[in-house]
Each structure stands twice: as structure tokens, then as C-alpha cells.
């Protein structure tokens, strides 16, 4: 019997309050602007992988994702596996000691505890997961920014999710992608009393996945270069100064105008793309609502590739806040049951709404 040699991890969702959207290298996961997230360890939206690797595995590399298997001979998967075999042939080369594993064929076993591709940024968790567990596997420096320099390759919004709390994404300018890689803002802690409620309006695959969607933007809307080369730049700076403040008000209304330009885009790319439905517009009137009646921003909203949306806050707000979506989704006459939408946790009922509609 030849031995398995195992190494597992976890790795949180990121839900960006400045989009990524938008290649200009498709092969490298380049983006065409900076982008900025927030990642909160109460919500606890995560993967969890296992790599392995053994002689007496089949010789083909396999990933089996939510139990069913995936392909992995896509340029994505491949780009992580190869860059990480490279890193443990330098360990094995530097050590003859060291077990070679570089040549051994890979299994990855993860599961996300939220719903896949629904815009939940399952592909940031999942491959930022893929890449630390492979990283821990090889016995590899765990370095943040080196993995996600590998995880963008998986997938752009990835790299962010080396990090916790408040991370950028430098878009960086290198055509080899060298300097396109995640830097931390500020850490969770800095901002302690941040919170977001999550509500999961369908737990339904999209019709248009991230990387198509951003393709076609690209391709066709001329909203887009506006949005990349002026908008985005300029709201990056103010919603770093905005964390670094601590200033809710700015944080909060740059988060909600990058959602909605985001969107915009998608709205003016052909043919075009929806992301958002009633349920979501009525959260976003919702959240307006709430604002307008403490005279002041106190919840923001944002989507990402999808109509689930994610509600930031602060706690002293909670009852103001959540409490009044936990409220409506209590009442089965409001927007549980029929319209299928629920919190974070219960994301089953906005499933079965979803299949039974
Ligand atoms: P999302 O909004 O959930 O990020 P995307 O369209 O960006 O949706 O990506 C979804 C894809 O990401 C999935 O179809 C799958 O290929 C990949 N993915 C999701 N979770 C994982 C995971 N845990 N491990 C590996 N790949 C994953
Ligand atoms: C709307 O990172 O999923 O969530 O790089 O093609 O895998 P690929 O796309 P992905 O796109 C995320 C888009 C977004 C915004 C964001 O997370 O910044
Ligand atoms: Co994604």
C-alpha cells in the first residue's frame, strides 16, 4: 500500500463592495480595474477542502465538489495545479529528504456550506480553499499574497479571499500578472462592530456565470470603460479612506453606488444581463426605506453576480437593520414561501421556493 499523504483547510467567501468586472487578459485573470472586499467571520460562508495525493491513486488529477465530480482539464484548475507542483519541485529539489509528491496524482474532496455559483462568490471560497489545502499539502511557505497571486488564476475574485476582513485587489499592470495580487486594508478587528445579514433570494444556479458575463460587458456595453477607468479608481480611494475612518455613511453609499454600477453594466451589455429580480429591487427599496427613516445611512446594500443580496450594518443598528428583515421573512405572507427568499443558514426555503415556482 503506497501512502496518502492529506492536508485540509477552510476558506471564507469575500463579497466585494467595489466589483471586480471585467479581463483584459482572460488567461491570467487580469481585471481591468482594482476591486475591494469585506469578509466577516460571524456570517461564516465557507469551503472546506482536502487535498491528497498518493502513488495508488487513478493517475488522473480529480475534484469532487458538493460529492459530484468536476472537471478539472480546464486552463483554471490546471494553472493552480501547476504552479503549485512548481513551488513543491523547488522544497523537493532543495531537500532530498523531502517525499516527492510534485508527481503524484491530486484528489480534492470540498464542500461550500452555502449555495454554488448563485452569487455567493463560491468560486472565491472554493478556489482560494483548492489552493491553501494543495499549499498545506506541499508543505509550502503560506505566504497570503504569493496564493493569491495562484488563486486569481482559479478564479480573480479568489485572491481576496486569502485574506479576512478589509482586503483590496491591486489590478496591477505586469502582462505576466506579477503585481495583480491582494493586499490587506485592514483587518476585521479594526472595525469590529461591521455586520452584514445575508439574504439569500434564490439559491439557484445563474443562467450567466461571472466569467462569460464579464466577457460579453467587455465586449459590448459602453457604459463599461467609464466605469473601469474613472468611477472604479476613484471609489477605491474613497472607500479605503471610508475603512480607515471608520466612516459608515461613505462606506455605506460607495457600496451601494458600485452595485448599481455594476449592474448598469450589466444592463447595457448585449444581449443583456440580469443579475438582479423583484425580490431583490424590493430589498433594495427596503434598505432605502430603512436609511430614509433614520435620517442617515445606516444599511447598505450590494449583489454580486446574482439576486441574493448582502446588507452591511453596524451592530448598534442591528434591530433597525436586520431585525426588520428577519421580521418580514418571519411573516409567511411577506417575502418567505412563494418569493423564495431567506437568511443566510435557512437558504434551503429560497431552494425549495425556487424549484417549486
Ligand atoms: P459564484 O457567484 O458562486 O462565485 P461563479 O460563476 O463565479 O459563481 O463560479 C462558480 C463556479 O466556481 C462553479 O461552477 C465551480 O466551477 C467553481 N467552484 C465553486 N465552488 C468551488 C469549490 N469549492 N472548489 C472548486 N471550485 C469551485
Ligand atoms: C460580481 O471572480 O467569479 O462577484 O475570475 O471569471 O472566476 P472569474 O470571476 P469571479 O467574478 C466575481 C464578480 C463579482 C464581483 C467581485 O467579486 O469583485
Ligand atoms: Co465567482
Known amino acids: 500500500m503506497s501512502e496518502i499523504y492529506r492536508a485540509s483547510t477552510t476558506a471564507p467567501v469575500n463579497i466585494a463592495v467595489i466589483k471586480y468586472w471585467g479581463k483584459r487578459d482572460a488567461k491570467l485573470n487580469l481585471p481591468t480595474n482594482s476591486s475591494l472586499s469585506v469578509t466577516l ?11 491528497s495525493c498518493s502513488a495508488s491513486y487513478p493517475a488522473e488529477d480529480s475534484l469532487l465538489l458538493n460529492g459530484k465530480p468536476q472537471d478539472v482539464s480546464g486552463a483554471r484548475t490546471q494553472a493552480c495545479f501547476r504552479e503549485l507542483r512548481a513551488l513543491r519541485k523547488e522544497v523537493e ?3 532530498s529528504n523531502a517525499p ?5 496524482p491530486l484528489k480534492i474532496v470540498s464542500e461550500n456550506n452555502f449555495p454554488t455559483a448563485a452569487g455567493l462568490a463560491s468560486s472565491a471560497a472554493g478556489f482560494a480553499a483548492l489552493v ?24 480573480g475574485s479568489a485572491c481576496r479571499s486569502l485574506f479576512g476582513g478589509y482586503v483590496g485587489w491591486e489590478q496591477g499592470s505586469a502582462t505576466d500578472g506579477s503585481d495583480s495580487k491582494a493586499f490587506e486594508v485592514a483587518p476585521a478587528s479594526h472595525w469590529p462592530n461591521m455586520r452584514a445579514v445575508i439574504l439569500v433570494v434564490s439559491a439557484a444556479k445563474k443562467d450567466v456565470s461571472s466569467t462569460s458575463g464579464m466577457q460579453t460587458t467587455v465586449a459590448t456595453s459602453s457604459l463599461f470603460a467609464s466605469r473601469a477607468s474613472e468611477t472604479v479608481p476613484r471609489r477605491m480611494k474613497e472607500m479605503q479612506d471610508a475603512i480607515k475612518n471608520k466612516d459608515f455613511e461613505t462606506f455605506g453609499k460607495v457600496t451601494m453606488m458600485d452595485s448599481n454600477s455594476f449592474h448598469a453594466t450589466c444592463l447595457d451589455t448585449y ?6 429580480n423583484d425580490v431583490s429591487r424590493a430589498a433594495i427599496k427596503m434598505v432605502e ?12 446594500y450590494t449583489f454580486d453576480a446574482g439576486p441574493n443580496a448582502v446588507i452591511y450594518y453596524l451592530e448598534e443598528n442591528e434591530k433597525q437593520v436586520a431585525g426588520v428583515f428577519k421580521t418580514l421573512l418571519a411573516d409567511k405572507d411577506g417575502w418567505s414561501g412563494e418569493r423564495g427568499a431567506a437568511i443566510e443558514g435557512n437558504y434551503e426555503a429560497a431552494e425549495k421556493a425556487n424549484t417549486e415556482a
Request: overall charge positive; proline content about 7%.
Open 100 to 104: 516527492k509528491l510534485a508527481d503524484l
Open 289 to 300: 426605506q430603512i436609511n430614509t427613516a433614520a435620517g442617515k445611512i445606516i444599511a447598505a
Open 132 to 155: 491553501r489545502a494543495i499549499a498545506n499539502l506541499y508543505e509550502l511557505p503560506a505566504d497570503p499574497t504569493e496564493l493569491s497571486r495562484i488563486a486569481r488564476q482559479g478564479s
Open 41 to 51: 467571520s460571524q456570517n461564516d460562508l465557507r469551503t472546506h477542502t482536502t487535498a
Open 271 to 276: 444581449p443583456p444581463i440580469f443579475y438582479l
Open 93 to 95: 529539489a532543495k531537500d
